[in-house]
């Protein structure tokens, strides 16, 4: 790749639960059937780390036994208990150690006692650093918080935290108040390729009629290579009709992501961190109508979102 | 605007042009393609750095004829700060060559047939310069009544008719403040005489230089050689030649023998889309064996030993499954695929769907033609064209793509 930055590659086990209709999982590992031919293919914990170890990136993520938020009963139980289980055999088979970081990722479903049991498993291990998982599914986002602020809590404070699948700025926010550093997401690009900006507001639909005569740029405060040679004019005139508009699109919203990434780490080292959440706040919901979970989560979070918020009834 | 002939090789001839923007070039010159305004692939800020010549492109006026695009573009104050191509030669071209073909039947006295991006319809005069004159390119082609070569005696002389007189409608309506930007349109693709009479018409114009068109639609090469000298002859030797339809290396030569300053070419990017690489070689130096090839071909990739790469298929399940091959696409290629990537990765980007691999090759394809074409400059500089053209048409071969895979494919040069 010709890469000099930073490395992350996962295990594979998300595949697990996308497609699942063609996965069988035992003790052993995962049995896909390769969408390609057809022919079944094995990836055990040896198998994933030792792929890992050979693409050599600086973080690999552990093999777990993921199960989407909106299953229940046993299978939670069952899944929580094989991820420990097999965070043994990737340690055991990681070949990389003083060269590669590997990630355990904390299972458990929306149930907090099997949380719990996951968490200690794994902090017992002393792992360079943790993954939640298992979240960014079907699940509400009362419950996804509530999951995320439990982790963090029981996770160690002097090691990363790597909530897996977040990408949309608001869940991050909240999820950096709760005490998460890393997220990874196919959001942005994905949302560009469908004519959506990421903008401080919130989504511009750069698809809709009201664009075409549009000729701000995508995001007054950006200062990305779009923002500072394209109007939303011309960008509507380019999305879903050249491949350019989706490249101009995407590259915007990284460059988005990547300043909000910068004001949160820069907010919280001086010392501003609420006052950064609070007009956060403000720019996406002008009309004060914020989420109850966004309001509860930053309770527990320790922030003051008060001024944020009118009451819908009043 | 100013162009100054500077060197000669036989017809073929080196110029400088000085826009009247300030940017100086010299001819023959790669106009690359855009669509909208934009490279198709290569991300726009990358465009001023990909090669010390990559400052001319491409645009077709009629991706601009409705709104909102049409709005847009006035708006905006022209073409050049839509795209945000400030310090780029933008120059409009009313065919459309990645787009459909022209169809030569319908036409009337009020305007020719285009595809747009609601269907084919009649652009008239007024609207293509008004248009023109939105767009504000740096030069600009009259709108032609081009046919292909089959059509019967009675159309092709109303083509050049058509064409003459909408030559002087488009000049009437052209923003004076502009200048002379104009490259007015030589048509007559069927018969020698019309041919003569289309040029000799528009060699009277008060006009910047000429617009040759016409070819590219399945003519014999001969043929078209008779009708580029043809029509030349009865150009000025010190205005603009300008040639649409014409983009392969083959075509190239033979338009630039013919005295021909500018092509807009999509070979670089027909390369592309088939996954495939631009390897010629540029220097009549290089024996003919490919002294960069570390792969020796086989007997059953039914490739004859000595064969010089012209292309390289990166599809190919060989680079995955027996050799990795960690060189350049270009070994020495100085644009910024070779310098950073390999052979083996842009076949991996290629098996993983990805995007990148076809802005990578897009790049370098791009940077290999201007290459072409400076050689080709070189050449005629040297006064040593016509045997720069001769070594590069014998030491390629039309079935010139190296299979690496289980199948040989041939793709055509146009």
Known sequence: ????????????????????????????????????DGKPMLLTPEDSIQIQNKIGADIIMALDDVVKTTTTGPRVEEAMYRTLRWIDRCIAAHSRPH??????????????????????????????????????????????????????????????????????????????????????????????????????????????????????????SCTCMVCKRYTRAYLHTLVTKEAMGSQLVSYHNISHMMQLSRNLHSSILEGRFPEFVQSFLQKQFPKGDVPDWVCNAMDVAGIDISMCRIPQSA | MEFTVRACSGHGRVGSLRLASGLEFETPSLLMITRRGLPVVIPPEMLMDLHPDSRACQFTPMHFLEDPLAAVVAKAGGVHKLASLTGFAMVAVARDSLGNEIAGEEASNLGASFETSSGRRIVGLEKYMEVVNACKPDLWVSLPDEVPHWVPEKRNRESVDHTSQ?????????????????????????????????????????????????????????QRGFHLEVAIAKLPNDKLRHVCGLGSPEEVLQAVGAGIDLLDSTYPYMLTKECLAMTFPLKMEVPL??????????????????????????????????????????????????????????????????????????????????????????????????????????????????SLGNIPRVVSCN
Request: proline share 4%.
């Open chain 1, 99 to 220: 060269e590669q970081n590997l990630f355990g990722i904390v299972q458990g479903g929306l149930d907090p006692q099997l949380r719990d049991i996951c968490l200690e498993g794994l902090v017992a291990r002393n792992l360079p650093g943790y993954a939640i998982g298992g979240l960014a599914g079907g699940e509400g986002k009362d419950a996804f918080w509530r999951v995320v602020a439990q982790c963090t809590a029981g996770l160690p404070e002097d090691k990363p935290r790597y909530v897996m699948g977040i990408g949309f700025p608001l869940d991050i926010v909240v999820c950096t108040a709760l005490g998460a550093d890393m997220y990874d997401c196919v959001y942005p690009t994905r949302t560009a390729r469908f004519g959506s900006a990421l903008v401080s507001e919130g989504v511009l639909r750069l698809t809709h009629a009201a664009m075409a005569t549009d000729y701000r740029p995508l995001d007054s």
């Open chain 2, 289 to 402: 064996r490919n002294a960069d090839r570390d792969m020796q071909p086989t007997p059953d990739h039914g490739v004859a030993s000595g064969f010089s790469l012209a292309k390289v298929n990166l599809r190919s399940a060989t680079y995955g499954g027996g050799r990795i091959d960690e060189t350049p696409l270009v070994t020495g290629c100085k644009c910024y695929t070779c310098k950073r990537h390999t052979k083996v990765y842009i076949n991996q980007l290629l098996n993983s769907n990805e995007t990148l691999a076809q802005t990578l090759l897009e790049i370098h394809n791009t940077y290999h033609y201007l290459e072409f074409f400076k050689a080709i400059r070189e050449s005629i500089k040297a006064d040593k064209f016509h045997e720069f053209r001769t070594w590069f048409t014998s030491q390629r071969q039309e079935l010139g793509v190296l």
């Open chain 2, 166 to 222: 909408w030559l002087d409608h488009c000049l009437s309506l052209q923003h004076a403040e502009h200048g002379n930007r104009c490259l007015g349109v030589v048509v007559g693709a069927g018969s020698l005489e019309e041919r003569a009479r289309s040029a000799e018409q528009a060699a009277t114009r008060n006009v910047a230089g000429f617009s040759l068109a016409g070819f590219g639609l399945g003519e014999d090469v001969a």
């Open chain 1, 1 to 36: 790749m010709n890469w000099p930055r930073a490395l992350l590659t996962d295990s594979g086990g998300f595949q697990m639960v996308s497609l699942l209709h063609l996965a069988d999982i035992t003790e052993e590992g995962v049995t896909f059937q390769s969408p390609v």
